[in-house]
């Protein structure tokens, strides 16, 4: 793996905030604590042309300016105004209202949030109409570079953690930030889930990633009721760390699995939790292909969004890995860590009940080939070069 510390740019994600900020009068920044939400805002804030204030609600000063007299405080700013860790002071969004409804538009307000229920909550109620939104999930294949595929698999995309100068070093930066996160982050917005249990909870579902939620099974494991793993399953995702993925379902004669899938989003911190520090040791792991399922299914919907995403199953075992419905049609997603992926009767009948425009065989490999008319082997590199369009 290599051990040289690279400097990473996200152009596409600064493109994508400064034409937000010019169309509305409130942008949020939705990820993961650690994810570059901060550094992404100076960068934004350093190509602006006009006055620049900061509000910090991680810091005692920033929350004191918001927490006294907010309104004063805001009214008064002018050109681009940050406000971190928004969700800490959700009463603000009150507040925020009445400035992005004023006619010349004095100040442009970019929000930066970790928790994406309480923030989502808030904006549905007070700034409806008024806000837009930019997802930023930790690094992609596309920014780290196609030959960086590994080391970004095994580390996972905090930036902390892939610009680690060892392996090793990446790993301690992940235990770190667990502890922080169970610690600090969780009580931090309110909840009172005892950290110790929640470590259990998310220790355990690394060892269930990829697989159909079964929160009665979890709960005898925990010892614990169902509706105390749903809430924890449901704090994991509100926070960016898990990924529920909701089953697609229709009358097409079959029984059909209703239950969603669910995934650690982090590679690096599935594996920091499945105590696998190196790359020998991913490759020896019993998780080695539910791990790639995993991090390939990040990388396509940081590439493809995850908007109407799916996993379909029917109770005889067929299923497919993801669905994606994009422009009136449907796209299938295999992902399979093999170096020759081949068709299957699964694949087959996906394509066939569920009228697939096309379906593609993700891969760890180099070349990219055709399986069958509607089907093609596609390697991860690839992911984002890929139209999901109908052919001419």
Excluded at 111 to 123: I, M, N, Q, R
Excluded at 362 to 374: D, F, I, M, N, T
């Amino acid at each position: 793996m290599p051990s040289a510390t690279p400097q990473i740019q996200r152009p596409r994600l600064l493109q994508l905030l400064h034409r937000r900020l010019a169309k509305a009068p409130a942008v949020a920044m939705l990820g993961a604590r650690q994810a570059g939400k901060t550094t992404l805002a100076r960068q934004v804030a350093a190509a602006w042309q006009g006055k620049v204030t900061l509000f910090d609600l991680e810091s005692a000063d920033g929350r004191a300016a918001l927490e006294t007299a907010p309104e004063l405080a805001l009214s008064q700013c002018q050109g681009l105004v940050i406000i971190d860790e928004v969700q800490r002071l959700p009463g603000l969004f009150e507040r925020l209202r009445p400035l992005c409804d004023r006619d010349n538009r004095p100040a442009v307000f970019l929000l930066l949030g970790s928790a994406s229920w309480e923030l989502v909550k808030g904006v549905s109620e007070t700034l409806a109409g008024r806000i837009q939104f930019v997802d930023v999930t930790g690094f992609s294949l596309d920014e780290t570079g196609a030959e960086s595929q590994n080391r970004l698999w095994l580390r996972g995309g905090f930036p902390p953690a892939y610009c680690a100068e060892t392996d090793e070093d990446a790993a301690d930066w992940l235990e770190s930030f667990r502890r922080t996160f169970l610690e600090r982050d969780i009580p931090g917005l309110g909840s009172k889930v005892a950290p110790d249990a929640l470590r259990r909870f998310w220790t355990m579902l690394a060892h269930y990633h990829g697989q159909v939620w079964n929160g009665s099974r979890l709960a005898v494991a925990l010892d614990a009721h169902p509706r105390t793993v749903n809430h924890y399953r449901d704090l994991l995702a509100g926070t960016f760390m898990a990924r529920v993925l909701p089953p697609w379902f229709e009358n097409v004669g079959k029984r059909l699995v209703k239950s969603p899938k669910i995934y650690l989003r982090d590679s690096g911190i599935l594996h920091n939790l499945l105590g696998v520090r190196e790359w020998h040791e991913l490759t020896m792991h019993p998780a080695y292909g539910a791990s790639w399922e995993g991090f390939a299914l990040e990388q396509t919907v940081i590439a493809h969004g995850d908007r109407d995403a799916y996993f379909w199953a029917t109770q005889r075992g067929a299923e497919l890995d993801l669905l994606l419905l994009r422009r009136s049609r449907r796209w299938g997603f295999e992902f399979k860590c093999t170096d020759a992926p081949a068709t299957s009767k699964s694949m087959h009948i996906a394509l066939a009940d569920l009228q697939l425009e096309h379906l593609w065989v993700v891969y760890p490999g180099h070349a990219r080939y055709s399986l069958h008319e509607k089907i093609t082997a596609l390697p991860l590199r690839q992911i984002g070069e890929i139209e999901l369009k109908p052919a001419p």
